[in-house]
C-alpha cells in the first residue's frame, strides 16, 4: 500500500511539475540545474489529514506539511528505446512477446458494455488475431539490449538543500527548516512512504 500510494503521489508530482501546472494559486516546482524539484501539500487529502491528527493540530496558521522530490526531466523524456511491433490495425506494441499478453486483457468496464455483450465473440475473436499477431512479429525480433541504467536520485542530504532552493526561488512559501522526527512521524503513518526511503521526505511550508 505505501508504494503504491506513494507511485501515484510521485505521478502527480511530476505531471505537474512537467506541465507546469499549478496547485491552487502556487506553482509547486523549480528547476535546479539538471533537476526538476517538486512538491505538494499532503493535508490537501482529507484521509491523510484523518491519519495524521496530532500533526496537523500541531501546525500553525498558514502551515503544511509537503512531500518533496527531485528528479532528472531528461530521463523521463528519453525516447523508448523497446523493442516494438506495429500489428495491421495500426497499434503499437512496446516491449517483448510477454507483451502481447495485455491485447486479450477484458476490462470489467469493457465487459458491462452493450456492445461487448452483443458482440462478445467477434470482439474475443479480434483479439486473439492480433494477439497471434503480435507473438508472431515479436519472435522475430532480435534481442533487445538490456535497458539503459536510470540516474540514480539524489542522496537525501541534497535533496533537502535543493528543496530549501527551490523554495526560496519560487517564492510563495517560507522554508522552515528540514525536522527529521516530523518526517518520521508522517512515515510512521504507513500510507505514504517507508523509513527508508529516501527518494522522498516531508517537511513544513508556511505559505500565504
Known amino acids: 500500500m ?38 505538494n501539500d499532503i493535508f490537501a ?44 490495425d495500426g497499434s503499437t506494441v512496446y516491449g517483448d512477446i510477454k507483451s502481447c499478453d495485455i491485447i486479450l486483457f477484458v476490462s470489467s468496464r469493457e465487459m458491462a458494455t452493450r456492445k461487448y455483450k452483443k458482440n462478445k465473440e467477434e470482439i474475443e475473436a479480434n483479439k486473439r488475431k492480433r494477439y497471434e499477431e503480435c507473438r508472431a512479429k515479436m519472435a522475430k525480433l532480435p534481442p533487445a539490449p538490456p535497458p539503459a541504467p536510470r540516474p540514480a536520485p ?23 527548516g528540514y525536522d527529521r522526527s516530523l518526517d518520521m512521524a508522517v512515515r510512521a503513518g504507513g500510507s505514504l512512504a517507508s523509513f527508508s526511503d529516501t527518494r522522498l521526505f516531508f517537511a513544513k511550508l508556511r505559505c500565504g
Not at 491552487?24 to 517538486?38: M, P, T, W
Not at 491528527?53 to 527531485?70: C, H, K, R, W
Not at 525516447?79 to 516494438?84: A, F, K, V
Open 154 to 176: 539524489p542522496s537525501l542530504d541534497k535533496l533537502i538543500h535543493l528543496s530549501q532552493m527551490a523554495v526560496k526561488a519560487q517564492g510563495s512559501c517560507q522554508w522552515l
Open 45 to 88: 487529502s482529507k484521509m491523510l489529514r484523518e491519519i495524521h491528527p496530532q500533526i496537523v493540530a500541531g501546525l500553525a496558521d498558514n502551515e503544511s506539511v509537503y512531500l518533496f522530490t527531485a528528479y532528472k526531466p531528461d530521463a523521463l523524456n528519453a525516447p523508448d528505446n523497446r523493442p516494438s511491433v506495429t500489428l495491421s
Open 2 to 39: 505505501p508504494q503504491k500510494f506513494f507511485g501515484l503521489m510521485l505521478a502527480l508530482l511530476m505531471a505537474a511539475a512537467c506541465s507546469s501546472s499549478n496547485y491552487g494559486n502556487e506553482k509547486r516546482s523549480a528547476r535546479l540545474g539538471e533537476y526538476d524539484v517538486a512538491w
